[in-house]
């Protein structure tokens, strides 16, 4: 007679805020398909720049860097007070966790806000030509995950504020930071494309 052997599992409790958590793999399997969203926007902005002959239309010029690059720094501060607030609650550190996480807020909304004027100011649509699609499609598709964090992160500050989390209680705040990061960082190879991508390829 064969025997199943059994599988501790006394640690996997609700709220382990590691790699022991199924949730901590469920952002991480997130993650790891919309990268792959972000890579193929990517090739197709490539592709479509390389096989045009002119990049951007004529008529359209290259979008102006001031605004998104400043939103790209208020990004990458966001990340930086995300990170600070993980560190806290690791150190038991309730206030400097709700500090942290609502610091990050604050500093996407802020993005969120610069981003709609620069939206509201182009000049093409979605549907005059491919620059325009693509331009379009990228923008929303992050201006969406932007939007998301803030309202997301939005209720783990006030859970935050309210002491919910603890260095054991911390998977929400794990998994939000994560999600974070990604979200920031992958503003990164779209501030190139869109914005460095016409200076260079429009050479």
């Not at 990458?76 to 609502?102: C, D, E, P, Y």
Request: with cysteine; net charge positive; hydrophobic share 50%.
């Amino acid at each position: 007679m064969r025997v199943v052997k059994g599988i501790d599992v006394a640690e996997m409790i609700r709220f382990n805020p590691d790699r022991r958590a199924p949730l901590w793999w469920g952002i991480l399997g997130l993650i790891t398909i919309e990268s792959a969203v972000v890579l193929t926007f990517c090739v197709s902005y490539m592709y479509l720049a390389a096989y045009a002959d002119v990049w951007p239309p004529s008529g359209e010029s290259a979008p102006p860097m001031l605004w998104p690059s400043i939103n790209l720094g208020l990004l990458m501060l966001s990340s930086l007070t995300m990170f600070l607030a993980g560190q806290a609650i690791n150190r038991g550190n309730k206030r400097g966790l709700a500090i942290g996480v609502t610091a990050s807020v604050l500093l996407a909304t802020a993005v969120l806000v610069l981003r709609s004027l620069e939206l509201m100011a182009y000049e093409f649509s979605w549907k005059d030509h491919a620059y325009g699609s693509i331009v379009w499609t990228i923008s929303g598709f992050h201006y969406v995950h932007v939007t998301s964090i803030v309202f997301g992160s939005a209720v783990v500050a006030i859970l935050a504020w309210r002491g919910y989390f603890t260095r054991q209680r911390q998977i929400g705040v794990v998994v939000d930071t994560n999600y974070w990061y990604f979200v920031c960082f992958a503003w990164i190879p779209f501030y190139l494309l869109l914005y460095w991508g016409p200076r260079v390829y429009g050479q």
